[in-house]
DNA sequence: ATACATCGACTACAGATGTAAACGAATCGA
DNA sequence: TCGATTCGTTTACATCTGTAGTCGATGTAT
């Protein structure tokens, strides 16, 4: 659970959170374009269960996999990881440089708007 | 420029993102406590030179390195992949993610608020 | 029964990364 | 001038990551 988990597994696990469970032939065909041949797939399914991160459930010769690990922990840790590397922990510098680059939206700066709002309730 | 800056690399552009030009000595010399060799910090200023990141200039015998990267783009273009990876882009879901973990502290909040204020204008 | 399809496991291999020793050239101190 | 120090460069090597082939076991269809 402390592993980290790449970039490649890391659409791997979408598949999964998405829905599950999945055996490795069906995770294959939901992975839309990456293009990855099916012993790919089974290996990242295979590093992925070694390091804890899905949990398998035997179905005859095969396995069914599923996520053994909370997406939105995942995803706070890295965020996490991310911010303190970046802006010293600081997350403002973070939302300030996607504004300058253009990628936030009204729809984004009015969702952190009332997120905002209710940060200070 | 399109290469990426991996993490031990990002510690050493740190140093001469706040101070440069320096030698390696003394980039080893700032490195808090990394726990680096000078050899290591060596080889991480070398495949930072040969990726473009940072620019060298001779002085005498050795080089007097600085950056060649703008902090703020390299900042800005990690900060999109993994608000594109984590959050589908979204910006709003990481604040929250932050706020859950309880990783905003009630100055970040108004930092944020009043960075709202503006992008609103 | 037997050939074929399918599984997971094992093996492979190149490139990136973390970490560092070895080496040869240059320079400084005595 | 000659040894010690100090540079950058080259080489090293284990681990991680991306990507995939091979193989033995098992299940399926004929």
Known sequence: MTE???EAEWQVMEV???????????????????????PTVKTLLSRLAAKGALS????GRRYLYAPAV??????????????????????????AHLAEAGELSAADIAELEVLIRELKQ
Chains 1, 2 share one sequence.
């Open 16 to 38: 999964l959170w998405a829905t599950h469970p999945l055996t490795a032939h069906d995770v294959a065909a939901r992975l839309p374009d990456a293009g990855w041949s099916l």
């Open 56 to 59: 398998t459930t035997e179905d």
């Open 4 to 6: 980290r988990i790449s």
């Open 70 to 95: 909370d997406r939105a922990a995942i995803a706070a840790g890295e965020s996490r990881r991310l911010v303190d590397r970046l802006f010293g922990g600081r997350p403002a510098p973070l939302v």
